[in-house]
Each structure stands twice: as C-alpha cells, then as structure tokens.
C-alpha cells in the first residue's frame, strides 16, 4: 500500500511539473529533462507496485540455468526439448549464470533487465514521438512536450509495468517493438531487419511485426518515399539472425515449432476465437481511453490529405503504429489471447496507441492553418510558427494526459485483472517455490516428480530433480501427441497424457496443488489412484497444509525422506 501511495504521489507531482510548466518543457532543455526523469521514477513506482515475479518466469529460468551449467537450453537434463518461445530473453538472463553459482542470481538477473526494459520503453516512446514530429516538420522547433506526455503514458501502461519486474521477456519485447519503430522512421532497413529478427526470438507473435514492416517498406517504395532495395536490405537485416537460428533450433530440437506454440493452436478454433474475443475485450475495456485516444488519432490522419511530402511521410509512419498494434491484437486474438493477467500478450499495443495518439497532436499543430501577418523584410517567422504558438502552450494536452496516466493507475489497483490477480500469483509462485526447496533438499538427486505447476516449483527443485509436466510444455510426446485439453479460460489449451506420465514417466512424486491449502486433503487425483497413495503433511508454525501423491511401492521411503524436513510434518490421513 505504501508502494501504491507513493506512485500516485509520483503521478500527481509530474501531472502538476507538466501542466503548470508546459510552455517550459516545450521550449526549455532542462525543464523537459527534469520531467521526463519524474516519469521514469513513475514508471519505476508503478512496476514495484507489482513487484511479482511470474511462476511462468521460472520455466525461462530453469532452461537458463541449465544452459549456464553446461547441460545446453534444456529443462531436464539431456531431453531436448523446447518449452520455451522466449529464445533470447533466455539468452541474456542465463549469462550472469555462467560466472555464480548461486540460482538467485538468475532470476535477480531476469527482474533488473525487465526493469531496466521498462524504462527504457518510456525514453524510446519520448525519442519515436518527438522524431516522427520533426519528420513532418524538419526545420521547425517541434514540440518536443509532446514525448514527455508519450513517456508519462508508457509509464502509467499496467500491461507493462505489471511485468517489469516479473522475470518474463515483455518488457524486452516492447522495447524492441519500440526500437523496430524507431529504426522504421529513420528509413534504417538493415537495423530493423536485425530488430525484428531479435523481437521474433523474444516472442513469436513478433512474425506479425515481421510482415508489417516488409510491407511498410514495400509500400513506402511504390510511393517514391524509399529506395527499392530497402525491402531487400530489411529482409537481409532479418535474415543474418533467423536463419541461422531456425537451423540451429531444428538440429537441436528437430521441429520448427517450440511446444508452447503446439499446443495452444490444438482443439477448436471457435473456442479459441471466442477466448482470444473476450481476452481483447477485457483489454479494451481497461483501457478504453487508450483506444479512444487511438480512434481521435486515426480520425486525424483520415482527414489530414493533400499535404507536404514531409507530413506525409510522418502521417506514413504513424499508419505504420496501427498497422503494427491492429496486427497484434489480430495475433493474440486468433491464438485465444491467454492465461496471465494484465494482459500480458499485449503489452506493447497501450504504449504503440500513446505514441500514436501524441504524436497526431503534433501533425495537427504542424497542418493547422497559420494565421500569419504580412510578411516583411524583418519577419522572422515566415511560416507562421509563431502564430501557432497559442497551440503549442495550450495546457489542454498535457491535462488529457495526465488525467488518461491516472485512470491506468487506477486500472492497476482495482481491476481484478490487474493488481490483485497479480498478487494471488505472487502467492502461488511463492508458496510452490517452498515446496520446490523442500524437494531439493529432501529427494535424492534422479528422483522424477510431476506437475502441472512447472514454474518456481521445478526451479527450486533443481535440475537434479527430473520434472515432468502433466500438460506437455515441456515434454515432447505430451505436446505433439497428447490430448487437447481446454484450461478454465475457454479456448486457451493445453495438452496431456495421463497413462503416459503414470506409466511411462513413473513420477516417484506428483503434485496438482498451485501451492498450500488451508486444510488437510486427503483425496487424490484419479489419473493416479490405484499407483499412488496421499501423503499429507502440515506446514509446521503455520494453518498451511500440502498433499502429493507418492508411488505406492516406494511410499514408505518418499514419505520417510520428505518427513524428515523440519518445517513439513506428515500426518496419516487414516
């Protein structure tokens, strides 16, 4: 709560900075500076507003460890297996791996780069706003206020923020949508080529971007507005990575798709369409002015015709912004959207609409009518700039702004989505992580366990411990083979293999709990009756209880060695 208190304080210090020294900002280095540092402190409030790291974060982790041990991108030591769609992101958080041992250093390592990502969203949002202006207006002065409201907005995103300091790879992945933005504008094919290779590794939803770029430029060339070769300079861009990554990927998984993306496209598409609909729905409703800031800007270019080739230019990239955020949606939409909240599959598309929604303010600055004296030999304004100062000072956008900054924060703390639902995962993870150490330190190394739980359970566990996921991210045979089956959201699936897992995988330990209970259970899971049996036990000091299933023939050895921790207690449930 003090951590909540402290960010709207944050918000309300930068709404006043904006609003009272908005003809400064725009005009005044310093002022501008001063602001867009009181944003990167909101944005660092609002992602320690969430502070969670993300159970989905450990499976990333897990593989990263591995890989900086030596056993190569594995989950389990020797099965190659891709469970993961986050290749680069996995990457970057398994280096500092390579030179400690300790496994915190991983995930300390996956919070500060999400963090560090974060901010760097809200500095490439302020520098794309303010260089599509001076796209559609060289020589002028700009408004350069207008990317200090284009920060303030990416830092008030609860898509983001929420996963700043979650361990996943979408901060990364909005920084890169941002930078491939970036290298768009300033007509740098080969750079965005090598973004957009670099995004497709951080999430596969990235091929949407992918296209959209190369017929941006595709298009940009029949206009006149880019060299012929600059598609071909952005495919080269892209390929110089994706080739050689896809090779090695299939000599060391031997298939094009990683498991994850198996198995969400199994079952019926109309379940999945229906999920992906209500998955975009619930977004847009939480950020309704978002989108209605985004509806104001497309009516904008609709109208703004017959314009400077420079204008057009500008009026050209910001198309490009909705292409990108509608292809997006339009990706999440058709793989049933997902399970994490806050949205996280569509991080980048709140801080495309503040770019987008800012910087057409700026084009209709630029294009409105300049009602302009005579000119004279002494006039140092030939082309009206002055007169459309009233315009630039005009505080009404910095109050829109701000005001639109607040309701997302407001979206964090009440919507069930956000806040809240972020905490009962935080919850979870921290629990099953608990019972992830007692694992470690009880069970002799080689012992197989399973779960559906494949996250802060497995990486506490270690990698001497064989985990065994029920729904198949990471095993082949449950992924590609396995039945589909529809998780509570509808339309989002998993797969699994039951009799494969009990009798071919012969867990000697299996758990279905996402963390303690408040009561013993003593019922067990028919997929095991008959091999296993409950064991019970209580979490010592504390009204928490935890219940696996043990291999009946072992049963007496697990429950004995599990027994032996001090802070779990077995209880018969006889």
């Known amino acids: 709560m003090v951590v909540t208190a402290v960010t709207f304080v944050a918000w309300l210090v930068l709404a006043v900075v904006l609003v009272i020294g908005w003809p400064r900002i725009n005009a005044q280095r310093s002022w501008r500076f001063a602001a867009l540092g009181l944003t990167l ?21 897990r593989y990263a460890r591995n890989l900086a041990d030596g056993h190569g991108p594995v989950y389990n030591i020797g099965e190659y297996v891709e469970g993961y769609a986050n290749f680069l992101w996995m990457l970057l958080v398994a280096v500092p791996g390579t030179v400690s041992d300790d496994p915190g250093v991983i995930v300390a390592t996956g919070v500060v780069l999400g963090v560090a990502s974060a901010l760097g969203c809200v500095l490439l949002a302020y520098t794309l706003t303010n260089r599509i202006v001076r796209l559609a207006q060289p020589g002028g002065p700009g408004l350069p206020g207008l990317g200090v409201l284009a920060a303030a ?11 700043g300091a979650s361990g996943v790879e979408a901060p990364l992945f909005v920084l890169l949508t941002l930078t491939l933005c970036l290298a768009l504008t300033s007509g740098r094919a080969v750079v965005a080529g090598v973004t957009v290779a670099l995004a497709v590794m951080t999430r596969p939803e990235a091929l949407v971007f992918a296209v959209v770029g190369l017929a941006w430029f595709v298009v940009e060339a029949v206009r006149g507005r880019r060299a012929g070769t600059a598609a071909v300079a952005y495919l ?18 031997e298939h ?23 998955y975009v729905g619930g977004f847009a409703l939480a950020y309704q002015a978002f989108v209605a800031l985004a509806v104001v800007a497309i009516a904008l270019l609709l109208t703004r015709r017959g314009l400077p080739p420079s204008v057009l230019r500008a009026r050209s990239v910001m198309w490009l912004l909705v292409a990108l955020a509608v292809g997006h949606v339009a990706a999440v939409l058709v ?11 569509l991080s980048p598309v709140p801080v495309l609409l503040a770019v987008l929604g800012t910087a057409a ?3 209709f600055v630029v294009t409105s009518p300049a009602k302009t004296a005579p000119a004279s030999s002494a006039d140092p304004d030939p082309d009206g700039e002055n007169a459309r100062e009233p315009l630039v000072r005009r505080r009404t956008v910095p109050v829109v702004a701000m005001v639109l900054c607040g309701l997302s924060l407001v979206v964090t703390v009440v919507h069930p989505r956000a806040l809240p639902a972020m905490d009962e995962l935080r919850t979870s993870a921290t629990q099953l992580a608990e019972i992830g150490r007692w694992f470690h330190t009880s069970l002799p190394p080689g012992t197989v366990i399973s779960t559906h739980n494949t996250g802060a359970l497995a990486y506490e566990a270690g990698p001497a411990i064989v985990v065994v996921d029920v729904f198949g991210r990471t095993d082949e045979h449950i992924a590609r083979e396995g039945t ?59 009204p928490y209880w935890v219940s696996v299933y043990v291999r009946r023939v072992a049963a007496t050895h697990l429950i004995q060695l599990l027994d032996r921790h001090s802070a779990f207690t077995y209880v018969s449930c006889l």
Request: aromatic residues 14%; hydrophobic residues 45%; proline residues 4%.
């Open 484 to 542: 589909p089956m529809e998780m509570a959201t509808r339309g989002v699936y998993v797969a699994r293999d039951f009799d494969y897992v009990v009798n071919e995988r012969a867990p000697a330990v299996a758990i279905d709990d996402t963390g303690f209970t408040t009561s013993q259970q003593c019922g067990i899971n028919p997929a095991y009756a008959g091999l296993y049996e409950v064991a019970s036990f209580r979490r010592e000091s504390t």
């Open 361 to 363: 303010y700026g084009l």
């Open 236 to 253: 080269a861009g892209a390929a110089v990575l994706l080739v050689p990554w896809t090779v090695w990927r299939l000599t060391v998984y």
């Open 256 to 278: 094009l798709l990683p498991n994850l993306v198996v198995s969400r496209w199994n079952g019926s598409w109309s379940n999945r369409l229906a999920s992906g609909w209500d």
């Open 335 to 345: 793989s049933g959207g997902g399970l994490m909240p806050v949205w996280r599959l």
């Open 153 to 163: 907005l990416t830092a008030a995103a609860s898509s983001l923020a929420a996963y």
């Open 41 to 61: 402190l909101l944005s660092l409030f609002h992602q320690l507003v969430y502070a969670t790291v993300a159970g989905d974060a450990y499976v990333t982790f």
